[in-house]
Nanobody, 125 residues
């Protein structure tokens, strides 16, 4: 069984900072990518940032220069440091974990795609 648990959300004033954490555990296989998505009320879920197992990072343009994603491979944990928060950053933030899993005795490889339950981030103006 796989668990993906986020923490660190909350209420913050515009210009403030928050740090989100996400820990993956269980029979998750070999993680190759960890990322963050967010969903604001009435909008579709959007990708925010991700990081590969080698530390390569990618960000959506709207958070570049303000958010920093990092990870601890040994602990299967990913972080999102959010600075200079804006009201438009208000959303539920979801952690996504992608892995490769060896299935059965044949050695075949399956893709794992796991999500956390989400953590609310609210930024007031």
């Amino acid at each position: 069984q796989v668990q993906v648990v986020e923490s660190g959300g909350g209420l913050m004033q515009s210009g403030g900072s928050l740090r989100l954490s996400c820990a993956a555990s269980g029979s998750i296989g070999t993680i190759y990518n960890m990322g963050w998505y967010r969903q604001a009320p009435g909008k579709q879920r959007e990708w925010v940032a991700d990081i590969t197992s080698r530390g390569r990072t990618n960000y959506v343009d709207s958070v570049k220069g303000r958010f920093t994603i990092s990870r601890d491979n040994a602990k299967n944990t990913v972080f999102l440091q959010m600075n200079s928060l804006k009201p438009e950053d208000t959303a539920v933030y979801y952690c996504n974990v992608r892995s490769k899993i060896i299935v059965g005795d044949s050695g075949s490889i399956a893709d794992g795609d796991y999500w956390g339950q989400g953590t609310q981030v609210t930024v007031s103006s």
